[in-house]
């Protein structure tokens, strides 16, 4: 499956559209996931969503999501660092996450696949 897909990321007054490739669906918890994949300078941005959030490596600031402007918009997601696989990131831990998605269960230091539950 290689779909394109475009994001919006928001830093203070930019907006940011990138395009990035849907590699593949991911069956887990029995509820559909995609592994999304986009290419940058020096660097490769891993995101797996769900309809309800998303677990990304450590390209992008969680933070953001917390943030004044963005806290309203309620997104649940966290960041996994030192992964450069999905494999690797399927088998971390939550890094930073979202206060949103605090409220909802997830904590620093979760396992990736427990927090993937809390997004079905």
């Known amino acids: 499956m290689s779909k394109l897909v475009v994001f919006e990321f928001i830093n203070k007054n ?3 559209y ?3 490739d849907i590699l593949e ?3 887990i918890h029995n509820s559909i996931f995609k592994k999304i994949k986009v290419e940058l300078p020096k660097t ?3 995101i797996i969503t769900s ?3 998303f677990i990304m490596c450590g390209a992008l600031n969680v933070e953001v999501y917390n943030s004044d402007k963005m806290k309203e918009r309620g997104v649940l997601c966290a960041s996994v660092r030192g992964v ?3 494999d690797e990131m ?3 831990t939550l890094y930073e996450v979202s206060d949103k998605f605090i409220e909802a269960g997830a904590y620093k230091g979760m396992s990736v696949y427990e927090a993937l539950a809390l997004l079905v």
Do not use: A, R
């Open 14 to 16: 930019t907006c940011i």
């Open 18 to 20: 990138l395009t990035g």
């Open 25 to 27: 669906e991911l069956i």
């Open 44 to 46: 490769t941005l891993l």
């Open 51 to 53: 309809d309800k959030g």
């Open 84 to 86: 450069k696989t999905f």
């Open 90 to 92: 399927l088998n971390g």
